[in-house]
């Protein structure tokens, strides 16, 4: 059956659109539907999803409120907000109320499936239509999701400790930071270590 989708929007136009979409696609099935916010709890309780496409905006509650109350009774299910509003502050709420991925309105079919394939591989995703300070809200998000062993291999990779050095240090081998590094790079979205390091010296997780 592949992943299983839930769709949380309010109206009826584009959920049925992208209840279309969605079910073209080989490896994705579209299992419910909700208009309210309270529909949608209660079809990610009954159908247990993999993935909850959550609009923002709902009549009866927040989108916000949805995905607290998901991740509190349904911590398996991968949230991903849907939303015309691209504000750093509200990427950043609903990252932190749980949701693993935000896609915009105004993004196309592409960027919704790789939505829903990165957060089922335990990946972030944001879409790059959105603006760069949004992202970067996001990703520091994530980065309260980090281990903490998963933060000292960061600070130590930002200052340009190789893997031997990092292990011995804090008593692992080095195939266990390699490991770290490997899902570091995957929950931040980062693709090698000068990116890792400019992201720890924005942010604050190295004194280098």
Known sequence: MGIRV????????????????????????????????????????????DVLLLDISLPDMDGIAVARAVREKHPKIHIIALSIHDEPRTVE??????????????????????????????????????????????????AGGLARREREVLALLAEGRRSAEIAKRLGISTATVDVHRRNIMRKLDLHSVAELTKYALRHGLTSL
Do not use: N, W
């Open 6 to 49: 839930v769709i949380v929007e309010d109206q009826g136009i584009v959920r049925e659109l992208l209840a279309a979409l969605l079910g073209r696609e080989p490896h994705i099935s579209v299992v419910g539907e909700a208009s309210t916010g309270a529909l949608g709890l209660e079809l990610a309780a009954r159908l247990a999803p």
């Open 93 to 142: 709420a609903m990252l932190e109320a749980g949701a693993e991925g935000y896609v915009s309105k105004s993004t196309t079919v592409d960027d919704l499936r790789e939505a829903i394939r990165a957060v089922t591989q335990g990946r972030l995703y944001v879409s790059p239509v959105l603006r760069f300070d949004a992202r970067e809200k996001a990703r520091a998000a994530a």
